[in-house]
């Protein structure tokens, strides 16, 4: 089970930090991935990292404005998110895959003045 949570509404240009429960699984074998899906669109990949968090990975999109982190002996995953532009408005979820097939429940973001 994956349950993301932390979003909410924030103005342009703010930040925000979303995190991700998991259970049920060995969080600490997967890569994980976290996937956006705006209004009317389909499923987007925001980022990556790998189980000991020596690599992580992000579509331009986001890169140099989101990171992601882990703590395995929590089974915890975050995105800490900043510099937030209204094209960051979604529901954001963690996943086992990078297409989101295996998320769980999201989160929602707004960005908005």
């Known amino acids: 089970q994956l349950v993301a949570s932390g979003g909410g509404l924030v103005q342009p240009g703010g930040s925000l930090r979303l995190s991700c429960a998991a259970s049920g699984f060995t969080f600490s074998r997967y890569w994980m991935y976290w996937v956006r899906q705006a209004p009317g669109k389909g499923f987007e990949w925001v980022s990556e990292?790998?189980?000991?968090?020596?690599?992580?990975n992000y579509p331009d999109s986001v890169k140099g404005r989101f990171t992601v982190s882990r703590d395995n002996a929590k089974n915890m995953l975050y995105l800490q998110m900043n510099d937030l532009r209204s094209d960051d408005t979604a529901v954001y979820y963690c996943?086992?895959?990078?297409?989101?097939?295996?998320r769980g429940q999201g989160t929602q973001v707004t960005i908005s003045s």
């Open positions: 996943s086992r895959d990078r297409n989101g097939a295996s």
């Open positions: 990292i790998n189980v000991g968090s020596s690599e992580t």
